[in-house]
């Protein structure tokens, strides 16, 4: 009982915290990489931006506003 009502729930609560930190880090990992090579800022940004999931991930009409200052 122990297992099954509370142990695997929150053992899949903790991937999913695990997965999403994970598209985190790879994100960043993509601007320093993208930036190391001297690609321009919106390539740069749009590198990090495929890597983050649907839920997380910025519209790219957001994007371009945040990157001119609006």
Request: aromatic fraction near 6%.
């Amino acid at each position: 009982l122990l297992a099954y009502g509370i142990v695997g729930p929150l053992a899949g609560r903790l991937k999913q915290v695990l997965d999403q930190d994970e598209q985190m880090f790879h994100a960043v990992k993509q601007v320093i990489i993208s930036s190391l090579h001297g690609w321009p800022q919106p390539l740069v940004v749009e590198s990090a931006r495929s890597g983050l999931g649907h839920d997380f991930r910025p519209g790219l009409s957001e994007l371009l506003d945040s990157l001119r200052g609006r």
